[in-house]
């Protein structure tokens, strides 16, 4: 009985408290009531007070003559409200704090109710170390067809092993690594919990990190994958639970006990078995570093899989032991020694190879389980997940095929693997992966995905740089000169790439450049490009490689960056997409264990984007699929060319270490690698006669053998609008003259709002002087003035003009000459007024933004030309031209279309001898600001249509669209005028190269 109630009934002591009311053990007095006040004795004596008369009534009615005065309140009136207020507040006081105490007592009800709820899930300490779901994971193709399945922990490779048998030196790496606070903190990580709360909330996504070991046990032990608010108070709750329940050491031994370490092993004690064969017991530093770092990604820190990525990983274990000091760095030296060699060795590698039991498409495999664990975290094996894949048996089968095949062939020349990655481009479905030829072939590292691994790409990178050109202006049609070029390389010595063969191949359109994968003209795109813009086409692209410009040079445009094949393939994919970029994914579906379809992801990264406008990748799809534009460098009938329009690039780098071949259809995109996973090089393989023959027969087999593919016709690439069909002159992408040979003339495909309009400015007629060859003028006699048609060969971006002109009469251009005859022996003719030009406006050095207005005076014959062109070093684009005297308005440009800086204007002149006469001016172009808007806002100045010249332009003709295909509409806005792109120089000057160079074959 309680002793309250014993001493109830017992009978008071005289020493005792005689006031039951007052507490006893000390003095304590309450407090004595209030005295009344004392009554006011009134002055009139109470028989006066009763016999008088009431007082007369008070007039509120001011006399005549007088204003009214309102009657004055005594200070008894005045202070009764007060007095009242004071009562309604003492009245409420207590029921306001009765509510707010009824308020807080509710809460704490509350709370104490959800968390009662929660805490009666925690099983007895005895059972917590071998919770686990009943469900295992499993992965199927897309057709359902089961292939692979990850078995419950328990009926694995699970054993318990008690506190006291745990090795100190695990216990500090584990600490260290996860939880360094574990022994002091109360099992819960508030701030993390509330960081993960406000994602769920704001941005409809989970965010890990900074969970404590206890919370991870709850996760691993108690809680579903799914991330949900819901989750995350339960595994607060519980974690608290646990902490007041359990003792540290307890939860230390459940926690590794639990856990997931990879290749199917579930507690140290297994993990210990499976990659070391001992007992936890005899762990050593090294040994326990490395296990300490698997549990946070075990599917991608697998030494068996990923021994790079595990190495890394201990690195990052041991800093922390020291930091926590655990060890020294002598210790971790050490430990890092004896790994590096462990991890390479037989036994290790053996033990690897007996513990993963794929069967079908195992790097696949591997590659989806690390995206459920990216997703879902370490716990996602054990929620009894159904994941369906969008692998295609039929395609992995052909991909498996063709790569042994293909390896067995060059096996004298020290190729050992090859990897390929095979992709739907219309929504990133991957159909096949391939990352090794054989899996269990530790001789060629078989277990590494060299999909997913970084290597060095050769020119199959040159798209994307060809494609940072066209959107800057250049067409298919640009010329470029494929000449040995020596670029500028700072305080270096010049870099001087080569070609593939080792030639030179003159003047070639980009057309022929792309096609034929010419390593000089690519190097001088870039050059125009500059590398921060290439870098941002391919990070627009999916490349998650190119992060710093000062890492690379020129050599980047050759492959002097490294890559991964699944995310060159989803490049070349939004190519055949008409722009749009589909990211890859290996899913369909995803069911968890109660039969609930998952997101498969939410992130806006994982959304399609149109990265360029339809019409520029259509101008690559159909260069990468011209087989007549490559055949001087691939021949005719190459492994490149198939049964079915297809675009196709290969790439090889120097030593030929790396080779590659990419491309396909608007089905189906594939890309393949062939070389040797520890970097040694091949014999003579080049992307050709190493990659070029899989990724054909890949292709030419999925449409003959692949159910999804059978019935598919062969078709050309969908054609958006706004492209039209012109004739140029070759050697200036120009409309032809009269004077361009028909030989030199060629059909290409354009932009509309970039369909060349100026003249060919290459060959001209000129006046020479018979007697000497050299440029005629008015003093000559007319007898020995005779009209020729000569080749003005356009000046190069590096090169210098005089070996451009020396290649040109090499090759049989018609080179005019470049002095003036004096005439000295002839009769002087009629002279005529000298020819002058002049700009008025803008002024020399003025700020310009906007359409600009370039106001000027030509004085010349009538039957002499002028030109008004806008420019940067030597690369011109013309924005007016005419013949005769011209005063007033040559004409206007968009200053902004040309980049910030300096910005040259310039106007020339020919007289009837051919002989140039020029004025220019040089502006600076800044950001354009739209006007403030007003209430009537004025309009944006209208552009003058530029003065035609008098001879006939050929009208460009529209392609037609192919009826099979339905037409993409450009999801991008036309650029502005001028219709003639700039070739301008970059702003930007080149990075120094690499220290060891790469020149890649095509």
Same mark, same amino acid.
């Given at each position: 009985m309680n002793?309250s109630f014993q001493?109830?009934?017992?009978?008071?002591?005289?020493?005792e408290?005689?006031?039951p009311?007052q507490p006893?053990?000390?003095?304590y007095?309450?407090?004595?009531?209030r005295s009344?006040p004392?009554?006011?004795?009134?002055?009139?004596?109470p028989?006066?007070?009763?016999n008088a008369?009431?007082?007369?009534?008070v007039s509120?009615?001011?006399?005549p003559?007088k204003e009214?005065?309102?009657?004055?309140?005594?200070?008894?009136?005045?202070a009764?409200p007060?007095?009242n207020?004071r009562?309604?507040?003492?009245?409420?006081?207590?029921?306001?704090l009765?509510?707010?105490?009824?308020?807080?007592?509710?809460g704490?009800?509350l709370v104490g109710?959800?968390?009662?709820?929660?805490?009666?899930e925690?099983p007895p300490?005895?059972?917590?170390?071998?919770?686990n779901?009943?469900?295992?994971t499993?992965? %199927?193709d897309r057709?359902?067809?089961?292939?692979?399945?990850?078995v419950d922990?328990n009926?694995?490779r699970h054993t318990?092993v008690?506190?006291e048998k745990?090795p100190? =030196?695990?216990k500090?790496?584990?600490?260290?690594?996860e939880?360094?606070?574990?022994y002091?903190?109360p099992g819960?990580?508030w701030y993390?919990?509330?960081r993960?709360?406000y994602y769920l909330?704001r941005y409809q996504?989970? &965010?890990?990190?900074?969970?404590?070991?206890?919370q991870q046990?709850?996760k691993t032990?108690l809680?579903?994958?799914?991330?949900?608010?819901e989750?995350?108070?339960?595994?607060?709750?519980l974690?608290l639970e646990v902490?007041?329940?359990?003792?540290?050491?307890?939860?230390?031994?459940? %926690?590794l006990?639990?856990?997931?370490y990879?290749?199917?092993?579930?507690?140290i004690?297994?993990?210990?078995?499976s990659y070391?064969?001992?007992d936890?017991t005899?762990?050593?530093l090294?040994?326990?570093?490395l296990?300490?770092?698997?549990p946070?990604?075990?599917?991608?820190?697998?030494?068996?899989?990923?021994?790079?990525?595990?190495?890394?990983?201990q690195?990052?274990v041991l800093g922390?032991?020291?930091?926590?000091?655990f060890i020294?760095q002598?210790?971790a030296?050490?430990?890092?020694?004896?790994?590096q060699?462990?991890?390479?060795?037989?036994p290790?590698v053996?033990a690897?190879?007996a513990?993963i039991?794929?069967?079908?498409?195992?790097?696949?495999?591997?590659?989806v389980?690390?995206e459920?664990q990216?997703? %879902?975290?370490?716990e996602?094996?054990?929620?009894?997940?159904?994941v369906?894949?969008?692998l295609?048996p039929?395609?992995q089968t052909i991909?498996?095929?063709?790569a042994?095949?293909?390896?067995?062939a060059?096996?004298g020349?020290?190729?050992?693997?090859a990897?390929?990655v095979? &992709?739907n481009?219309?929504?990133g479905?991957?159909?096949?992966?391939?990352?090794?030829v054989d899996f269990?072939?530790k001789?060629?590292?078989?277990?590494?995905?060299?999909a997913?691994?970084?290597?060095?790409?050769?020119?199959?990178i040159?798209?994307l740089?060809?494609?940072?050109a066209?959107?800057?202006?250049?067409?298919p049609a640009?010329?470029?000169y494929d000449?040995?070029?020596e670029?500028?390389?700072g305080?270096?010595?010049p870099?001087?790439?080569?070609?593939?063969?080792?030639?030179?191949?003159?003047?070639?359109t980009?057309?022929?450049?792309?096609?034929n994968?010419y390593n000089?003209?690519?190097?001088?795109?870039?050059?125009?490009?500059?590398?921060?813009e290439?870098?941002? &086409?391919?990070?627009?692209?999916?490349?998650?490689?190119f992060?710093?410009?000062?890492?690379y040079?020129?050599s980047?445009?050759?492959?002097?960056?490294?890559?991964?094949?699944?995310?060159l393939t989803?490049?070349?994919a939004a190519?055949?997409?008409?722009?749009?970029?589909?990211?890859?994914?290996?899913?369909?579906?995803?069911?968890?264990?109660?039969?609930?379809?998952?997101p498969?992801s939410n992130s806006?990264a994982?959304?399609p984007?149109?990265?360029t406008d339809p019409?520029?990748?259509?101008?690559?799809?159909?260069i990468?699929?011209?087989?007549?534009a490559r055949?001087?460098?691939?021949?005719a009938?190459?492994p490149?060319?198939?049964?079915?329009?297809?675009?196709?690039?290969t790439g090889?780098?120097?030593?030929y270490?790396?080779n590659?071949?990419?491309?396909?259809?608007?089905?189906l995109?594939?890309? &393949?690698?062939v070389?040797?996973p520890?970097n040694?090089a091949?014999r003579?393989v080049?992307?050709?006669?190493?990659?070029?023959p899989?990724?054909?027969n890949v292709?030419?087999r999925?449409?003959?053998?692949v159910d999804?593919?059978?019935g598919i016709a062969?078709?050309?690439f969908?054609?958006?609008q706004?492209l039209?069909q012109?004739? =140029?002159?070759?050697?200036?992408g120009l409309?032809?003259?009269?004077f361009c040979?028909a030989d030199?003339?060629?059909?290409?495909?354009?932009l509309n709002n970039?369909a060349?309009?100026?003249?060919?400015?290459?060959w001209?007629?000129?006046k020479?002087?018979?007697t000497?060859?050299?440029?005629?003028?008015e003093?000559?006699?007319?007898e020995?003035?005779?009209?020729n048609v000569f080749?003005k060969?356009k000046?190069?971006l590096?090169?210098?003009?005089d070996k451009i002109?020396?290649?040109?009469?090499a090759?049989?251009y018609?080179i005019?000459?470049?002095?003036?005859?004096?005439?000295t022996?002839?009769?002087?003719?009629?002279?005529?007024?000298p020819?002058?030009?002049?700009?008025?406006?803008?002024d020399?050095?003025?700020?310009v933004?906007?359409v600009?207005?370039?106001?000027?005076?030509?004085?010349a014959p009538q039957?002499?030309?002028?030109i008004?062109?806008v420019g940067r070093?030597g690369?011109?684009?013309?924005?007016a031209?005419g013949?005769g005297?011209?005063?007033g308005?040559?004409?206007?440009f968009?200053?902004?279309?040309?980049?910030e800086?300096?910005?040259?204007?310039?106007?020339t002149?020919t007289d009837?001898?051919?002989r140039?006469?020029e004025?220019k001016?040089r502006?600076?172009?800044v950001?354009?600001?739209?006007?403030?808007?007003t209430?009537?806002?004025?309009?944006?100045?209208?552009?003058t249509r530029?003065?035609?010249?008098?001879?006939?332009?050929?009208?460009p003709?529209?392609?037609?669209t192919?009826t099979?295909e339905?037409t993409?509409?450009p999801?991008?806005?036309?650029?502005l005028?001028?219709?003639?792109?700039?070739?301008l120089e970059?702003?930007?000057e080149?990075?120094a190269?690499?220290?060891?160079p790469t020149?890649?074959?095509p």
């Amino acid at each position: 009985m309680n002793d309250s109630f014993q001493n109830a009934n017992r009978p008071p002591d005289s020493n005792e408290n005689p006031n039951p009311l007052q507490p006893s053990g000390y003095e304590y007095e309450y407090p004595s009531p209030r005295s009344a006040p004392a009554r006011r004795i009134p002055t009139t004596p109470p028989a006066e007070r009763a016999n008088a008369a009431p007082p007369p009534p008070v007039s509120r009615v001011a006399p005549p003559g007088k204003e009214f005065e309102p009657p004055r309140q005594t200070v008894s009136q005045v202070a009764a409200p007060r007095s009242n207020t004071r009562v309604w507040a003492g009245r409420l006081i207590p029921f306001l704090l009765g509510g707010l105490l009824l308020v807080f007592c509710g809460g704490l009800a509350l709370v104490g109710g959800v968390y009662a709820f929660y805490a009666n899930e925690l099983p007895p300490s005895d059972k917590l170390a071998t919770v686990n779901t009943d469900q295992s994971t499993k992965i %199927y193709d897309r057709n359902g067809g089961l292939l692979y399945e990850i078995v419950d922990p328990n009926l694995g490779r699970h054993t318990i092993v008690p506190p006291e048998k745990i090795p100190q =030196v695990l216990k500090q790496a584990t600490l260290a690594t996860e939880d360094p606070s574990f022994y002091s903190n109360p099992g819960v990580d508030w701030y993390g919990v509330a960081r993960a709360i406000y994602y769920l909330v704001r941005y409809q996504r989970p &965010v890990s990190g900074a969970s404590t070991i206890t919370q991870q046990l709850i996760k691993t032990a108690l809680l579903s994958p799914e991330q949900t608010i819901e989750r995350k108070i339960k595994e607060a709750i519980l974690a608290l639970e646990v902490t007041r329940r359990y003792s540290k050491d307890q939860i230390l031994a459940f %926690y590794l006990n639990t856990i997931n370490y990879g290749n199917r092993s579930y507690g140290i004690q297994a993990a210990s078995q499976s990659y070391f064969q001992k007992d936890v017991t005899q762990l050593d530093l090294a040994e326990a570093s490395l296990l300490a770092g698997l549990p946070q990604l075990p599917a991608i820190y697998d030494p068996c899989i990923n021994p790079d990525k595990a190495l890394e990983r201990q690195q990052v274990v041991l800093g922390l032991m020291m930091e926590q000091g655990f060890i020294n760095q002598a210790q971790a030296s050490d430990a890092t020694k004896e790994m590096q060699a462990r991890v390479t060795s037989d036994p290790f590698v053996n033990a690897c190879r007996a513990g993963i039991d794929y069967s079908h498409a195992p790097h696949f495999v591997e590659y989806v389980r690390q995206e459920l664990q990216a997703r %879902y975290g370490p716990e996602f094996d054990r929620a009894g997940l159904q994941v369906y894949t969008t692998l295609d048996p039929q395609m992995q089968t052909i991909v498996e095929e063709e790569a042994r095949k293909q390896i067995g062939a060059l096996k004298g020349k020290n190729v050992n693997s090859a990897a390929a990655v095979v &992709v739907n481009p219309k929504n990133g479905e991957i159909y096949a992966m391939l990352g090794s030829v054989d899996f269990n072939d530790k001789e060629i590292d078989g277990q590494v995905n060299v999909a997913t691994r970084l290597r060095q790409p050769g020119s199959s990178i040159k798209p994307l740089n060809y494609l940072a050109a066209l959107e800057k202006g250049w067409t298919p049609a640009t010329p470029i000169y494929d000449l040995v070029t020596e670029f500028p390389n700072g305080s270096q010595p010049p870099y001087v790439p080569k070609n593939y063969d080792d030639k030179e191949h003159g003047l070639v359109t980009l057309r022929t450049a792309l096609a034929n994968s010419y390593n000089i003209p690519a190097v001088k795109t870039l050059y125009f490009v500059g590398v921060p813009e290439m870098m941002g &086409v391919a990070q627009r692209f999916g490349i998650t490689t190119f992060t710093d410009p000062a890492r690379y040079g020129l050599s980047l445009t050759l492959g002097g960056g490294e890559v991964k094949l699944t995310e060159l393939t989803g490049a070349y994919a939004a190519l055949a997409n008409g722009g749009q970029l589909q990211p890859l994914t290996p899913f369909t579906k995803i069911v968890d264990g109660n039969g609930r379809e998952l997101p498969i992801s939410n992130s806006d990264a994982a959304q399609p984007q149109q990265v360029t406008d339809p019409r520029y990748a259509y101008l690559l799809t159909n260069i990468l699929s011209d087989n007549a534009a490559r055949t001087p460098a691939f021949g005719a009938n190459s492994p490149l060319k198939v049964s079915r329009p297809a675009f196709v690039k290969t790439g090889t780098t120097n030593d030929y270490k790396d080779n590659w071949t990419l491309g396909g259809t608007n089905e189906l995109v594939i890309g &393949v690698w062939v070389g040797n996973p520890r970097n040694e090089a091949m014999r003579n393989v080049s992307g050709i006669t190493g990659a070029a023959p899989i990724w054909h027969n890949v292709l030419e087999r999925a449409y003959k053998e692949v159910d999804a593919f059978k019935g598919i016709a062969p078709h050309d690439f969908s054609i958006p609008q706004g492209l039209v069909q012109a004739e =140029v002159c070759n050697e200036s992408g120009l409309v032809p003259t009269e004077f361009c040979p028909a030989d030199h003339r060629h059909s290409e495909i354009f932009l509309n709002n970039q369909a060349p309009t100026q003249f060919d400015d290459v060959w001209v007629k000129l006046k020479i002087d018979s007697t000497n060859g050299q440029l005629a003028n008015e003093n000559c006699a007319p007898e020995v003035i005779q009209e020729n048609v000569f080749a003005k060969l356009k000046e190069d971006l590096v090169l210098p003009y005089d070996k451009i002109r020396e290649w040109g009469a090499a090759n049989g251009y018609p080179i005019p000459p470049i002095e003036n005859s004096p005439c000295t022996n002839n009769v002087p003719g009629p002279t005529q007024e000298p020819v002058a030009v002049k700009i008025n406006r803008p002024d020399p050095g003025t700020n310009v933004s906007g359409v600009v207005t370039v106001n000027g005076m030509v004085r010349a014959p009538q039957n002499a030309a002028w030109i008004l062109e806008v420019g940067r070093t030597g690369q011109w684009v013309a924005i007016a031209s005419g013949n005769g005297e011209t005063r007033g308005q040559l004409g206007q440009f968009d200053a902004n279309a040309f980049g910030e800086g300096e910005l040259d204007i310039r106007l020339t002149a020919t007289d009837e001898f051919g002989r140039p006469y020029e004025d220019k001016v040089r502006v600076y172009v800044v950001p354009f600001i739209p006007p403030a808007l007003t209430e009537e806002p004025t309009k944006r100045p209208r552009r003058t249509r530029t003065p035609e010249p008098t001879a006939i332009i050929a009208t460009p003709i529209p392609i037609e669209t192919p009826t099979e295909e339905p037409t993409l509409e450009p999801t991008l806005e036309p650029t502005l005028e001028p219709t003639i792109e700039p070739t301008l120089e970059p702003t930007i000057e080149p990075t120094a190269e690499p220290t060891v160079p790469t020149t890649p074959t095509p």
